[in-house]
């Protein structure tokens, strides 16, 4: 069976055909991490760009990693926590916002290459991981979803690993179309007054995600 793990079912089909619909629904929501999957495919192309993606999922992983050991719920239960987490990924999204405000316009034909030179890969793997590692709202919410799909009676550590596996499988192809469209964009401008514009649009859009996260609270999903 395909969602088997050794020789017992880790989930009906009928089930994990209902998540993968879910997550879908989920993955393709604006969010931040489509925000900054586009910034960095406006700014280095899809190729390197993409990094953010992928430090995206392992954020997602992250999280899966917290609902699942129980941490999530106490996280969920502290207000202090809460709070440490939802400011550090508020700072952290208006820290991209001032960048992607200042971004510097070049010349349509050297921009990708030149904006992927100056960059690491790993740094916008970390960019990614921080943007999903300082969303409280996004373990709350895996805390009201998830369970909603668990058998309880069975192991409940394999039907993790099959709903983080489709989590992150969905994601990185909807982040890879949201860093491709960007990167499409990013080709098409002609001018520094059309650079300028759509980086100011991705500054604000980070500002707006920083925004609201502020009005995120324990329980809210």
């Not at 050794?6 to 931040?32: H, K, N, Q, R, Y």
């Not at 899966?64 to 996280?75: N, S, Y």
């Not at 990167?183 to 001018?191: E, H, P, Q």
Request: hydrophobic fraction near 60%.
């Amino acid at each position: 069976m395909p969602f088997s793990f050794l020789a017992e079912p880790v989930m009906s089909l009928d089930t994990w055909l209902a998540f993968f619909v879910a997550c879908w629904i989920i993955s393709l929501s604006p969010g931040a991490g489509a925000i900054a999957s586009m910034s960095s495919g406006l700014n280095y192309g899809f190729a390197r760009g993409y990094w953010t993606a992928l430090g995206l999922q392992l954020g997602l992983v992250l999280q899966v990693t917290v609902v699942a050991a129980g941490v999530g719920a106490l996280l969920a239960a502290s207000a202090l926590a809460f709070t440490l987490i939802k400011w550090f990924g508020v700072l952290y999204l208006l820290y991209l916002a001032l960048r992607q405000w200042r971004a510097p316009v070049q010349a349509p034909d050297s921009a990708a290459l030149s904006g992927a030179a100056g960059v690491s890969p790993w740094s916008l793997l970390l960019r990614g991981l921080l943007v999903n590692a300082g969303n409280p709202k996004a373990v709350v919410f895996m805390l009201a979803v998830l369970p909603q799909f668990l058998a309880v009676q069975q192991p409940l550590l394999p039907q993790y690993l099959v709903m983080g596996a489709t989590m992150i499988a969905v994601d990185l192809i909807v982040m890879a179309g949201y860093t491709g469209l960007a990167a499409k964009l990013l080709r098409l401008l002609r001018s520094p007054r059309q650079q300028r514009v759509l980086n100011r649009t991705f500054a604000s859009l980070f500002a707006g995600a920083a925004g609201a996260l502020t009005l995120v609270r324990r329980g809210v999903s």
